[in-house]
């Protein structure tokens, strides 16, 4: 079953601007992670938050968590042709050992 | 340092046959992770081992069969596919230096398989 849901579910901005996912999640949980995937690739592992952080930075990404609303937001500022790709939340359930992943977002770029 | 490796990356059954997605990874990582990603459900787990020698089912373990081999290696086997088994199926890995609830998913890039 979906734990974690992304909002929108596709997104497309210009070069420069900002670009803000959104994700939900349903039950407690120890962690909170975003991935990102490009055209016909793997995931790759952008950043992870616990539960008790609030925000968390790595270079042009910025997460926040809000587990008394259960959410998540990721905001890459000024954003690159390159950071063109789908997008996607994680969440390990408390008292589970299975991340499980939401259907993602996918961010289009224009140059 | 490759990461994680899939073979094949592609590959075409007809409904009934056999065949063994295998999993590589040089990262001396405990744990090892098969998902399958269809159009519009995202990723699900399919099996996973938490260490060596253990195994265990995720959420849609039907159909499938995984082996451990080793430390290195975990393999994921469709015994009689179906169509509904054609998918995107994506090994990963991870070293649960944080416990394991805590570390990041090493991905390969997926093999895509198609049954007719």
């Known amino acids: 079953s979906q734990q974690g849901e992304e909002d929108p579910q596709a997104l497309s901005i210009q070069e420069g601007e900002n670009a803000t996912m959104n994700c939900s999640y349903k039950?407690?949980?120890?962690?909170l992670q975003w991935y990102r995937q490009n055209s016909g690739r793997g995931l790759v592992h952008l950043i992870l938050i616990r539960s008790n952080e609030r925000e968390k930075h790595s270079g042009r990404l910025r997460v926040t968590l809000d587990t008394s609303k259960k959410s998540s937001s990721l905001l890459i500022t000024a954003s690159r042709a390159a950071d063109t790709a789908s997008y996607f939340c994680?969440?390990?359930?408390?008292?589970?050992?299975?991340?499980?992943f939401g259907k993602g977002t996918k961010l289009s770029v224009i140059p | 340092n490759a990461g994680v490796t899939q073979t094949p990356k592609f590959q075409v059954l007809k409904t009934g046959q056999s065949m063994t997605l295998q999993c590589a990874q040089d990262m001396n990582h405990n744990s090892m992770y098969w998902y399958r990603q269809d159009p519009g459900m995202g990723l699900r787990l399919i099996y996973y081992?938490?260490?060596?020698?253990?195994?265990d089912k995720g959420e849609v373990p039907n159909g499938y069969n995984v082996s451990r081999l080793n430390k290195r290696e975990f393999s994921l086997r469709l015994e009689s596919a179906a169509p509904s088994q054609t998918s995107v199926y994506f090994c990963a890995s991870s070293n649960p230096w944080a416990g394991v609830n805590n570390s990041p998913l090493h991905f390969g890039n997926g093999t895509r398989l198609t049954v007719t």
């Open positions: 994680a969440t390990v359930p408390a008292g589970s050992y299975q991340l499980t």
């Open positions: 081992s938490a260490s060596e020698g253990t195994t």
């Open positions: 039950t407690s949980i120890n962690n």
